[in-house]
């Protein structure tokens, strides 16, 4: 149990077009998710906190309309990165909390490449 | 703002040998800690995660301590072996907020 997919896990994409990233908690109901961003050898940096049926959460530094979050349902999170650049090229990873609990399931991430 | 590092950031052994990860974190009210696996181009796996009452938590061939006074956890991996080579990322939760700090991560390659 407890499984997160993403979608698509890489896409490739030109400068200035926008990209849709899917995050779906598969057998359990996530009313919280969140996404990360890695760099390259670097850790993952929390982005934003996505609550189902409210605005998210950005952190600092994190351009809110760059990176639009939509959390209609509870078991899907949508992160579209809008008007991409090559600087946004990096690894982006989901994860939902399981309902009751503090414990987050990390998705198998996606791949972002902006050429 | 919590921070969490981890050392050594690399190291290689040979295979059979003990692995020793270290994570500190400097806000010591974490409601839990957690220890994940990377391989290279993957998303997370976790190994083990240690509640903030708890001293420590195993499985398998893995152990992590939790000093949460000192702000340090350790995980062993005991008799390496070349499957082990992965990044291991060591995260804290704090209370009263389901967020997550990361560490960089400890990468690791057990030579055969």
């Known amino acids: 149990g407890a499984v997160v997919s993403q979608h698509p896990s890489r896409v490739i994409c030109k400068s200035g077009t926008s990209v849709k990233i899917e995050c779906r908690s598969l057998?359990?109901?996530?009313?919280?998710m969140f996404w990360y961003r890695q760099f390259p050898k670097k850790s993952l940096m929390l982005m934003a906190t996505s609550n189902e049926g409210s605005k998210a959460t950005y952190e600092q530094g994190v351009e809110k309309d760059k990176f639009l979050i939509n959390h209609a349902s509870l078991t899907l999170s949508t992160l579209t990165v809008t008007s991409a650049h090559p600087e946004d090229s990096s690894f982006y990873i989901c994860?939902?909390?399981?309902?009751?609990?503090?414990?987050?399931?990390f998705g198998p991430g996606t791949r972002l490449l902006v050429l | 703002k919590q921070e969490v590092t981890q050392i050594p950031a690399a190291l290689s052994v040979p295979e059979g040998e003990n692995l020793v990860l270290n994570c500190s974190f400097t806000d010591s009210a974490i409601y839990n800690l957690q220890w994940f696996r990377q391989d290279p181009g993957k998303g997370l796996t976790s190994l083990l995660l240690?509640?903030?009452?708890?001293r420590e938590q195993t499985s398998g061939r893995l152990n992590a301590s939790l000093d949460k006074s000192s702000g340090r956890s350790t995980l062993y991996i005991a008799a390496s072996q070349p499957g082990d080579s992965a990044t291991y990322l060591c995260?804290?939760?704090?209370?009263?907020?389901?967020?997550?700090?990361f560490g960089k991560g400890n990468q690791v390659v057990v030579i055969p």
């Open positions: 995260a804290v939760s704090l209370y009263g907020n389901n967020r997550l700090a």
């Open positions: 994860s939902a909390l399981g309902s009751g609990t503090k414990t987050q399931y």
């Open positions: 057998d359990f109901q996530a009313t919280t």
């Open positions: 240690i509640q903030s009452s708890q």
